[in-house]
DNA sequence: GTCCGCATGTAAGGTGTTACATGATTCT
DNA sequence: AGAATCATGTAACACCTTACATGCGGAC
């Protein structure tokens, strides 16, 4: 996951380690975090993967700037170009970075996404018919006032992804100007 | 994490490992899943701490019940007592047991939190003007429409939590019945 | 001259997943 | 009889965090 941040990163040009964890916390840092000990860790990994390319500036501190090679780009599309999925965010991390897709996959995944959205949304709906005509039955609902909550801020929650992953269908379409259209 | 969900889980009575997967799963399950090669070694472990109870049923399978000791429950009322922070869906998963939290510390709890999230907002929104401030001086701001989105989505999700919570906070008290003061 | 921000890195530990391995019971 | 579900558990691996360790350069 790291890996494909920090490739996703560098397509913005070459960076030291330090840099690349801030432009993380600053821009996707909402949702997703990284800390230097798995970061510096990811770009050695990353230097002999071939994937990035770190040279040492010369400049005084022991300073280095890490720049993508070609292969890293390919794995980035690779990884940006997958179906969205709702793990642990995920689908926040590659929507970030989907300028870079090609507007035809861009499209066919926001649209399968937001699809599989609806039907989480439908399901998440039925279960709470079902709970609201349990929770009549009970002597005192108040007692489990917060367990249900978390139901109305599931749908809440579902509903306000949906209604912005539909927000971003509706944007004009735009061809990536450094992604391509492989995998 | 999940040894607190599991002792929270095991508060409704005894369970098997198999029955404490399935209620995670139909219950918290829209934002945290435990596998079974996380649940059992926990299972374990709690056993060992005398956090819980495991005791074979003779009942055919080699299925076992585990039943939550006094001691367990002290630790999940202390971890439920704990602040909340945002930390990776840490908040839902203890709201979801706050019906166990006495009603006073809950309020508390509750208060710092909307405060802390309005705090989040207020920034957000900062960050969001500068950005569109910045915005406005490219050529093609189309071209990071998604990136952009994100802070959208950011800011959304937010007033989501945000506006629940303050929901919560007009929930009419109701002391547990089973939970304590303590800690 | 001291503190803060820049800069890199390692080691230990925590936490979890996936895949594997096994077997009983219930439903059709 | 076979499939699905119930039921428990281990081993390998992935992945990340915290704490530690070190040092340069600029600001005040």
Redesign the pocket.
């Known amino acids: ?3 494909d ?1 920090i490739l996703g990163i560098l397509m913005e040009g070459p960076m ?7 432009t993380i916390d600053q821009s996707v840092g909402f949702f997703y ?12 990994r990353l230097d002999e993967q071939k994937l990035i390319e ?1 040279e040492e ?1 010369g ?8 720049t993508l090679r070609p292969e890293g780009r390919d794995r980035f599309l690779a990884w940006l170009a997958e179906p969205l999925t709702r ?1 642990r965010n995920e689908h926040m991390l590659k929507i970030f970075f989907y300028d870079y897709l090609n507007a035809e996959l861009r499209r066919g995944r926001l649209q399968s996404f937001s699809g599989q959205l609806q039907g989480e949304l439908h399901h998440l709906r039925a279960v709470q018919e079902i709970v609201d005509r349990e929770t009549e039955e009970l002597e005192d609902p108040g007692a489990y006032a917060h367990r249900l909550s978390v139901l109305t801020y599931g749908l809440r929650s579902l509903e306000t992804v949906l209604n912005w992953v539909q927000d971003l269908q509706q944007l004009p379409v735009n061809q990536p100007s450094k992604g391509t259209d492989e995998s």
Chains 1, 2 share one sequence.
């Open positions: 996951m790291i890996d941040v030291s380690g330090y840099d690349i964890k801030r975090s990284a800390s230097f000990g798995s970061l510096y860790p990811a770009l050695k770190g500036t400049s005084s501190k022991n300073k280095k700037l890490y793990a």
